[in-house]
C-alpha cells in the first residue's frame, strides 16, 4: 500500500505562487511515473502534469505549461507541483497519484492509469 499526502494548498492572489508537495511513504515510488490532477467544483477531475520515474521526462497540460513545473526528488520519496502566475481558473483541489505499472507512460492524462491517490490540498486563486 502506498500513502501519498499533498500539502502547500491556500489562498493565493491572481499572479501569485504556489508549491505543493506530495509525500510518499509504504511501497514503492522512484520506480513509477507519478501525477498531479485538479477537480474544481461542478466539473471533472483533470490531468495537470506528469513525470517519468526518474523525472527526466514530464509532460503538462497546455493550460499549464509555462507556468507550473512538475519535479520530484526520490531520496526523499516526495513530488513537487511549482505553480507561477497562478490565475482564478487554477482554482481547484488538487490531487497527486501513482501511475499504474512501472515507468508507466507520463501521456496517458486518464485517471484511470493511476492507482493511488492523495486526499488533495485546496488551491484557491482570487481575482
Known amino acids: 500500500q502506498v500513502q501519498l499526502v499533498e500539502s502547500g494548498g491556500g489562498l493565493v492572489q491572481a499572479g501569485g505562487s504556489l508549491r505543493l508537495s506530495c509525500a510518499a511513504s509504504?511501497?514503492?515510488?522512484?520506480?513509477?511515473?507519478m501525477g498531479w490532477f485538479r477537480q474544481a467544483p461542478g466539473k471533472e477531475r483533470e490531468f495537470v502534469a506528469a513525470?517519468?520515474?526518474?523525472?527526466?521526462?514530464?509532460y503538462y497540460r497546455d493550460s499549464v505549461k509555462g507556468r507550473f513545473t512538475i519535479s520530484r526528488d526520490n531520496a526523499k520519496k516526495t513530488m513537487y507541483l511549482q505553480m507561477n502566475s497562478l490565475k482564478p481558473e487554477d482554482t481547484a483541489v488538487y490531487y497527486c497519484?501513482?501511475?499504474?505499472?512501472?515507468?508507466?507512460?507520463?501521456?496517458?492524462?486518464?485517471?484511470?492509469?493511476?492507482?493511488?491517490w492523495g486526499q488533495g490540498t485546496q488551491v484557491t486563486v482570487s481575482s
Open positions: 497519484a501513482r501511475r499504474r505499472g512501472y515507468d508507466g507512460s507520463i501521456y496517458s492524462r486518464g485517471p484511470a492509469e493511476y492507482d493511488y
Open positions: 509504504g511501497g514503492t515510488f522512484s520506480t513509477h511515473s
Open positions: 513525470i517519468s520515474w526518474n523525472g527526466l521526462n514530464t
